[in-house]
């Protein structure tokens, strides 16, 4: 069992990034993920971790070295937020395809316009169909862990894919949180060297990233889809073991006091942890409103999802997104989705809250809800939105 | 003028026979993982002198053999014949681009149709 420490959350991730034993680490800073790289540039410095740090001109460039280094079998990461993302997108697509495992950490940012450094998960929503693992998390221990399992699972040789860890901006990236930290041992024990099935070498050449003509691009998209939804066993497995070796489980989808729950909220990343003290106090009032945090974005955990959802009469999907002309929010519509074929199905209502760094608090939450049942607001509901 | 071993070791290549599978056939399965393709420089396989709709015509008789159009094709589809002093055409690459006949300073080489 690893020392308790009190640590800025995206310290504490830089920190686990540098216990992996990274390779390659290529980056451009952009708030609110700065501290991130400015304390892994810090670690390969002062030489505590032996590793090429690229200040990159650009995240397109941050995305093309990690991409060029773990084809040649390198361990790399990378992280950014909101416009540096956008910048990189086009690369984000192509490590994905080509099945190269780096992991991003990705600290939750509204897109501009209106120019906003605060949280939201616009950023996420705009490469969520990039095949890339996703996961939210809900509190810095979630985010520090989750470097952990992100290295172990994209670079399972059954797997073979990036992992993005979206930790919400400022919200987790900047607060300074109790963490349990990992041992160099348990980090051996848990993290196997990175051993590619192909890598560019002179002893064995091979063609990395070539032209898909229409004969064969949709097989290749097709084995690239397979491998992440055949991920979810490695992921489960990777998830027992770090419960194993730190006492902490983490799952798919987590259900709290949904026991006789009426209602359900439904969230993703810090915004859980606000929604599970609303949930504290309308079962003190005596209501029957339970709370399911969705920690893994892609693969969609479809049959967790609709088992923890099904029994309720409502579900409020909680977004921090707009979908602008959909006519409800990403999270809403893909909830909507899969338990329309369910043969147990609640009524399902979407409110969009806290984009752009507005606050939400537990009081908010519990106003959602009322809204919400009271049928009183349109799908893609911006809750708070004056005028 | 036996230098160009490289050259000849390319067109030697029978890659046909090395590939496995052809793209039409592969299946999912084949595909290795990120598309890695285990074989470089098959795309020899793919003949891209399909999509020619012109073709060059060269005279012999007016070339004054200065390598400019070897130089220039930018799928190397053209090489010397050392015996008869002459250069051919590898039309199962050739795009009937046309910039040999384009670059050709004395247009020893003309742009037909395909087909004619």
Known sequence: MGQRVGIEVSIAAAEAVGLCDVDVVAAYPITPQTHVVEHLSELVADGHLDAEFVPVESEHSAMSVCVGAAAAGARTFTSTAAQGLALMAEIVYIASTMRLPTVML????????????WND????????????????????????????????????PQVLLPVMINVDGFTLTHVIEPIEVWTKEMVRQYLPPFQPIHKLHPDKVVTMGAFGMPEIYAEQRFA??????????VIDKAWDELASLTGRKYKAVDSYKTEGADTIILAMGSLCETASLAVDKMRQAGRKVGLVKLRLWRPLPVEELRAALGSAQEVL???????????????????????????????????IAGIGGRDVTPDHVVDMVDLALAGKTRDGHIYGVRG | MTQFSLFDAYYSIEMEETVTKSMEEMTWQDVEPGGVITEPGNAACYFTGTWRSQRPRYDEEVCNRCWRCFVMCPDAAISPDYERNVFVWNYNYCKGCGICAYECPVDAITMEEEGK
């Not at chain 1, 990705?106 to 450094?117: G, Q, V």
């Not at chain 1, 977004?319 to 199905?345: F, V």
């Open chain 1, 106 to 117: 990705l600290s939750n940012r509204a897109l501009s316009a209106p120019l906003s450094i």
């Open chain 1, 121 to 156: 998960h616009s950023d996420a929503m705009m490469v969520r169909d990039s095949g890339w693992i996703q996961v939210f998390c809900e509190n810095g221990q979630d985010a520090y862990d989750a470097v952990f399992h992100a290295f172990r699972v994209g670079e399972d």
């Open chain 1, 224 to 233: 690239h889809e397979l491998a992440i939804l055949n991920s979810r066993s």
């Open chain 1, 317 to 351: 999907v909680l977004d921090r997104a707009i979908s602008p002309g959909a006519g409800c929010a990403p999270l809403t519509s893909e909830i909507r989705a899969i338990m329309y074929q369910h043969d147990k199905r609640p009524k399902i209502r979407g409110m």
